[in-house]
């Protein structure tokens, strides 16, 4: 079988922004959903679908404050989604369904990173939470408006260099580290787009996962000052340190690419990064390039999607 997971050579890259991967392309007609689709990479997101003609959903805890955000941009409706919570996962998924329109991309944009040790739901790690299984059940309970023709990308992380996952003890029961549970729901993140492709391209959904770079956003709320010096990005003032940290528009590209790319017509299940197909982890010979072959790992894939059906009660397909 021919192994795709390698660059096209898309024209594209490191400092490709939102509007150069969309110019040209016309999303009149189509309809998009960006979950935290008002901050960061989400807000980039959402402006440069909007403004190429989409119609755009975005699901976000703080619906007042995503109305605010994007109270100038055509076509975005606002609803509130807490990917933490099931019960707020099912209430967004059934108002998507009850419009019966078709959704072409599911952007499952929103994360959190780093964050205190916190619980949700039945005592869930609250990034495997929010990062993966909040978006699993989303997309499984979309599913009938995606089927047709949708592409549904995941934005995963470098940062899943940090774990695979942990299957002695997903739930970090015994002792929490942020940086851990964070590389696992990236790897998740990034698993789920493997399987999902594999069950999904039969009814039409593609599925894709990415890094979207080193940027500057809302996700390194939990993070202090010291703790981005010591790892380089800011300095000693608190200043920006690291040269190759995009800017918002630049890291919000890849998903928009991921998203509406002709290049991506006959793929999927990939992961991406810099506006292309990236290359395997093991080959690239730099720290935190490339997508780790634990990531892509077809069995892997298929364990995480399986887990995650027995843990939400949702998806069984």
Not at 122 to 129: I, R, S, T, V, Y
Not at 284 to 305: H, I, L, M, N, S
Request: proline share 4%; aromatic share 6%; hydrophobic share 40%.
């Amino acid at each position: 079988m021919a192994d795709h997971q390698k660059p096209l050579g898309s024209g594209f890259g490191a400092h490709t922004t939102a509007s150069d991967v969309l110019s040209g392309i016309d999303l009149t007609g189509k309809r998009a959903i960006v979950t935290g689709g008002h901050s960061g990479l989400g807000l980039e997101t959402t402006r440069a679908l909007a403004e190429a003609g989409a119609e755009v959903i975005i699901g976000v805890r703080d619906p007042k404050a995503a109305r605010s955000a994007t109270r100038d941009l055509p076509n975005v409706t606002v609803d509130a989604l807490d990917l933490g919570d099931l019960a707020s996962v099912d209430l967004f998924a059934k108002q998507v369904l009850a419009s019966g329109h078709h959704i072409d991309m599911l952007i499952n944009n929103a994360g959190i990173m780093a964050c205190p040790e916190t619980r949700v739901g039945p005592g869930w790690e609250a990034q495997f939470a929010t990062n993966h299984l909040g978006h699993f059940a989303l997309t499984n309970l979309i599913w009938p408006l995606l089927e047709g023709g949708a592409r549904v990308v995941s934005v995963s992380s470098a940062g899943h260099h940090n774990s695979p996952i942990r299957w002695d003890d997903v739930q970090f029961a015994d002792g929490y580290n942020k940086w851990l549970a964070y590389g696992q729901s990236k790897t998740a993140n990034a698993l789920f787009a493997v399987h999902l492709d594999r069950v999904g391209r039969k009814h039409g959904i593609r599925a894709f996962s990415l890094h979207p770079g080193k940027i500057f956003t809302p996700l390194q709320r939990h993070l202090t000052q010291a703790e981005m010096t010591a790892e380089g990005w800011l300095d000693e003032n608190g200043n920006p340190a690291d040269l190759t940290f995009k800017t918002p528009a630049q890291g919000a590209a890849t998903q928009l690419w991921a998203a509406t790319s002709p290049q991506l017509d006959s793929l999927g299940g990939l992961y991406c990064e810099d506006c292309d197909i990236a290359v395997r982890a093991e080959a690239a010979g730099e720290p935190f390039v490339g997508v780790k072959a634990y990531a892509t790992d077809a069995t892997e894939a298929e364990r995480t999607w399986s887990m995650s059906v027995e843990l939400t009660k949702i998806g069984s397909r």
